[in-house]
């Protein structure tokens, strides 16, 4: 067969698409709209790379380099910048107090002059947030005024928080608790440079985007093949008048593939619509500038190209199994049964590609990407080739029932094909999100951990300089709204003499209620002095803690310069306590010291801590304490405990497997949306000659119900059952134990499940007003 041959009947087709009429303009659009959609998430996808690399270019392009640099003299071009990071409710608001010490500083990217003291330039999200009513906690601790706003290259996403304020005296604070540095330059090109990811990682990363891209790959292969019924009549007019069998497929495959270049044109239009609303969206608290989503040239042709080529292929496959002759089309009788053999051919494979990397672990070197690739794409593609021979065993078992059942039935017996291909998709999502839970909760453990903190006795700490004045910032905290209890601490380490020590001691100063937070005290009075025993530095400094003994501090220790030496004598009345772990998992040892046994020379040396306790009552508690915090010292914020501490990576990647889920479930509901007015515009006149005939519309509703229950259900059981092997298989190549995680597979199933719900339920109204009298015209 030659290509002019080819192009030809090609091009008969898509002439068949466009100037058919009505029916033929209604097919092509459905197509298109399925495939659009479709293409517009693979496109999403091509731009993922460019978008995580543009993000990562803008964040080391403002860097400060606040992290392990050189010291700097000051000079014309330096500039003072110290962190001022804090969180409003559960999102991050980065900040920077700044200082010009020369007029060469350099201005933040972003920023077109420094802000004056007082004033802050703020990004267009904060300051959209500061002039809500929502921001009002906000604004109590951000008391400055704006000035400005930061330009988009000084932000990572457009919906970013972030302010830059103006401050004077930073230099003094660059020596006490406060994170900062002097600096000549932003940006840091060691930023980009991290350790290199450990194969489990890289494993998760390649099955996530296989997972994330297969449902879409079926829906457009589902898309391709809307109106088969209708074209198949068509079709047959064309035996009629002289074409042969394998023309007519050649002239169907031109329809599909005049809809899917529609398609492409469409998912262009949606991509470029979703590109400009990404400034407004925000998912998991990432957000992305428009001028991030730009695909890559090369990825997008492949796009470009390989829609196209899938729907003339997909085309032609499906109709070889149909008999199409110049008097009608053999699909509604009774079609041969589907053969199991090579259907099982497909997941086997998968296996067989996966089966050799069992065990490897993290320690084996790297996965071979080719190989998990394929075996993933193989297991999943599985499930669509099992899928149709699952529903028509089934259905074809099923008894009798009521009037809406047998109907719901017997349309399922006639056309299970055209069932299971609506639920393919959303079977294969279900599928690859079981695996990859179980995946996830297998791993965890290596990337997660319980922290150290103990979150039930504090939930927040703050660390206060050496010359703060310690009773009235704790009396601050106390007052502050929602604290329930505040244990405040206070260490030091005395030495065994003037000079350089050959010993230490580590001495904690705190009134009785906090020292029962670090020790088991018999009782406890003001003006007494307990020695510890329990500790695991019991050992060390030991002959210290006896009575009598003179412990030195050392000068350099204190933050208030001009100190002279300061001293500490055991007291003869010394009371013994048992060493109990503080809020932080830290045991204490050396000496407790209640704030009348101290002498007043001392108290400069003490490094003080609080742990607050809150009350998970009073709304917003955390950010009440984060107010009184800022109007202390806007460069100390309280540390918010968590219970789990994660990889770094590993929860970038569950953030990135959330965003690209919910992206993709928003294409699973559109297309079984298309696909499911699709089917019912196809039994048009059939519903409504039901209805003429007097069936009641309750019925018909109810059948509609059972058709899509039916294969979904069918199609969540394969799904479960493919995704759960696959699971176990992944977990065993990462060298870790098989479980099952049975919470994953219900929630996964049953959000499946949910989605067709919805469908099913928004696709009701046009069944009602397809199933009126007007359905039965004929043009």
């Known amino acids: 067969m030659s290509v002019g041959q080819w192009t030809r009947d090609l091009a008969m087709g898509a002439r068949f698409a466009f100037a058919g009429g009505r029916e033929g303009w209604t097919r092509a659009l459905l197509t298109a709209v399925g495939v659009g959609l479709g293409v517009a998430l693979l496109l999403l996808t091509t731009a993922i790379p460019n978008a995580l690399a543009e993000r990562d270019r803008r964040e080391e392009a403002r860097s400060d380099h606040t992290f392990s640099q050189q010291k700097i003299p000051k000079a014309e071009d330096t500039l003072i910048v110290l962190d001022s990071d804090t969180t409003f409710r559960d999102q991050d608001v980065r900040g920077r107090m700044l200082e010009a010490e020369g007029p060469r500083a350099p201005l933040p990217p972003g920023v077109a002059q420094f802000p004056a003291a007082g004033e802050m330039v703020v990004s267009p999200a904060l300051k959209e947030l500061l002039a809500s009513d929502e921001g009002k906690l906000l604004r109590e601790r951000l008391d400055y005024r704006v000035a400005g706003t930061i330009g988009e290259e000084g932000l990572v996403g457009p919906r970013e928080l972030a302010y830059f304020a103006g401050g004077t005296g930073l230099a003094e604070r660059l020596e006490g608790l406060a994170s900062g540095a002097r600096i000549d330059s932003f940006g840091n090109p060691d930023l980009g440079s991290a350790d290199p990811w450990d194969p489990v990682l890289l494993l998760l990363v390649l099955v996530v985007f296989v997972v994330l891209l297969m449902p879409v790959a079926v829906f457009i292969a589902a898309a391709v093949r809307f109106g088969g019924e209708r074209r198949d009549r068509r079709l047959a007019a064309l035996r009629l008048v002289g074409s042969d069998s394998r023309m007519t497929r050649r002239i169907a495959a031109g329809e599909a593939l005049a809809g899917s270049v529609l398609g492409l044109v469409l998912g262009t239009g949606f991509f470029l619509l979703g590109r400009q609303l990404a400034a407004s969206a925000e998912v998991f608290h990432v957000s992305v500038f428009p001028s991030y989503l730009n695909p890559s040239p090369v990825l997008a042709v492949l796009v470009a190209l390989a829609v196209p080529a899938a729907a003339v292929v997909v085309t032609i496959l499906a109709l070889r199994g149909v008999v199409i002759e110049p008097l009608g089309v053999v699909r509604t009788a009774k079609p041969a049964r589907r053969r199991l053999w090579w259907r099982l051919l497909l997941p086997l494979g998968g296996l067989a590609l996966l089966f050799p990397m069992v065990g490897q672990g993290d320690d084996g070197g790297e996965f071979n990407q080719y190989r998990v690739v394929g075996g993933v794409m193989l297991l999943l593609v599985g499930v669509t080739a099992l899928l149709p021979w699952v529903v028509e065993t089934v259905v074809a078992r099923l008894g009798s029932g009521g009037i809406a059942w047998q109907l719901a039935v017997r349309r399922l017996q006639l056309s299970s094909g055209a069932a299971a291909r609506m639920v393919n998709g959303i079977a294969v999502a279900v599928a690859g999100a079981i695996a990859l839970q179980m995946l996830f909760a297998g791993v965890e453990g290596n990337y997660t951990r319980a922290s150290q903190y103990d979150v039930s006795r504090a939930q927040m700490s703050v660390d206060l300089p050496n010359d703060a004045d310690a009773s009235a910032v704790i009396g601050k905290y106390r007052d502050t709204e929602g604290v329930r209890k505040v244990t405040a601490l206070s260490d030091v380490y005395l030495g065994d003499r003037r000079g350089e020590a050959d010993s230490y001691i ?56 001009g100190d002279r030496r300061a001293s500490f004598t055991v007291p003869q009345k010394l009371r013994q306590a048992q060493s109990r772990e503080d809020p932080t998992g830290y045991q204490r040892g050396g000496l407790l010291v209640t704030p009348g046994a101290l002498p007043e020379k001392l108290a400069a040396f003490t490094s003080p801590q609080l742990f607050l306790s809150l009350d998970s009552s009073i709304p917003d508690a955390y950010d009440h304490v984060r107010n009184t915090a800022a109007r202390l010292d806007p460069a100390v914020q309280p540390m918010t405990w968590q219970s789990i501490e994660s990889n770094d990576r590993y929860a970038t990647i569950r953030t990135g497997l959330s965003v690209g889920a919910a992206c993709v479930l928003a294409l699973i509901g559109a297309s079984l949306l298309v696909s499911q007015l699709e089917q019912l515009r196809e039994r048009r006149k059939l519903l409504s000659a039901l209805v003429a005939f007097g069936t009641r519309r309750r019925t018909l509703s109810l059948s509609v119900l059972w058709q899509t229950a039916i294969p979904i259900g069918l199609g969540l059981l394969l799904a479960a059952a493919v995704g759960t092997a696959l699971g176990a298989v992944l977990l065993r190549m990462t060298n870790t134990s098989v479980r099952v995680d049975w919470p994953s597979v219900l929630s996964m199933t049953g959000i499946g499940a949910g989605v067709v719900l919805v469908v099913t339920l928004l696709s009701l109204p046009p069944l009602v007003r397809l199933m009126r009298p007007d359905g039965l015209r004929t043009e």
Request: charged share 25%; proline share 5%.
């Open 506 to 561: 580590q001495i904690t100063v705190a009134d009785c209620a906090s020292l029962r937070e670090v020790a088991t005290l018999p009782s406890c009075r003001d003006g007494e002095v307990f020695a510890v025993q329990g500790s695991e530095d019991d050992s060390e400094g030991a002959h210290l803690a006896k009575p009598g003994t003179t412990l030195w501090a050392d000068p350099e220790d204190s933050g208030r310069s």
